[in-house]
């Protein structure tokens, strides 16, 4: 069955600190896909990466960066030097093409940054 | 790029009464939308698969009767909860499988909040 834990519940950091929010997976499948999404306080779900399972290359999108390891089932996500507007929840998601790429969403990682 | 609307944002009904929501795929077709419940600081959780043209299919332990979801066209789904409780109050938030392409890419709606009083 797929699972995708996110064990920090919440972090707090003092803006311009660096902070790497947790995700950890589980999936039978060699084929799927990784996910991660922010949620403002508005509700609305951002897209912030996807991920195929063949590609285990980090990526950096300007304070954005990814660590896939599939050795370890984690797909980490650092947010350098932190700003206040980056509080919010953070989820990690799991999809799988094999049930018609239902998503499967972690707890979430509820981030403040203090100014 | 892909956009997906909801409609109403917001809503507060009722004890008793039936709130219908939206979801809509703006440019581009979706034989597949699913539809998410999430509570407050809890996750999205799945609630139903909505297939155009066939039934929905319902996660356990969703009451179908309930959730009424009608995917009548290729570009609209919609949720009627049907005699609501204040315990339905939550956040409600569709997404829709592009049907292009092979990847089959999903985007999520901003989302209904529904106050049940």
């Known amino acids: 069955a797929q699972k995708v834990t996110q064990a920090q519940t919440e972090i707090s950091v003092v803006e311009k600190e660096d902070v790497t929010l947790d995700c950890v997976y589980e999936?039978?499948?060699?084929?799927?896909?990784l996910f991660w999404y922010k949620q403002p306080p508005s509700g609305e779900l951002v897209f912030l990466i996807r991920r195929n399972s063949f590609d285990e290359q980090n990526e950096i999108s300007g304070r954005y960066s990814w660590n896939f390891q599939k050795s370890t089932s984690s797909f980490n996500f650092t947010i350098t030097a932190s700003q206040v507007v980056d509080s919010a929840v953070y989820f990690c998601a799991l999809s799988d093409p094999n049930t018609g790429n239902q998503f499967y969403f972690g707890t979430g990682t509820s981030l403040t940054v203090i100014p | 790029g892909a956009v997906v609307s909801q409609h109403p944002s917001w809503v507060i009904c009722k004890s008793g009464t039936s709130v219908k929501i939206e979801c809509r795929s703006l440019d581009f077709q979706a034989t597949t939308m699913f539809w998410y419940r999430q509570f407050p600081k809890q996750s999205l959780m799945l609630m139903a698969t909505s297939n155009e043209g066939s039934k929905a299919t319902y996660e356990q332990g969703v009451e179908k009767d309930k959730f009424l979801i009608n995917h009548a066209s290729l570009t609209l789904s919609t949720l009627t909860v049907t005699s609501a409780h204040p315990e339905d109050s939550s956040f409600y938030i569709c997404?829709?499988?592009?049907?292009?392409?092979?990847?089959?890419?999903?985007?999520f709606g901003p989302g209904t909040r529904l106050t049940v009083t």
């Open positions: 997404s829709a499988r592009d049907d292009r392409g092979t990847f089959y890419e999903q985007y």
């Open positions: 999936t039978r499948d060699t084929t799927y896909y």
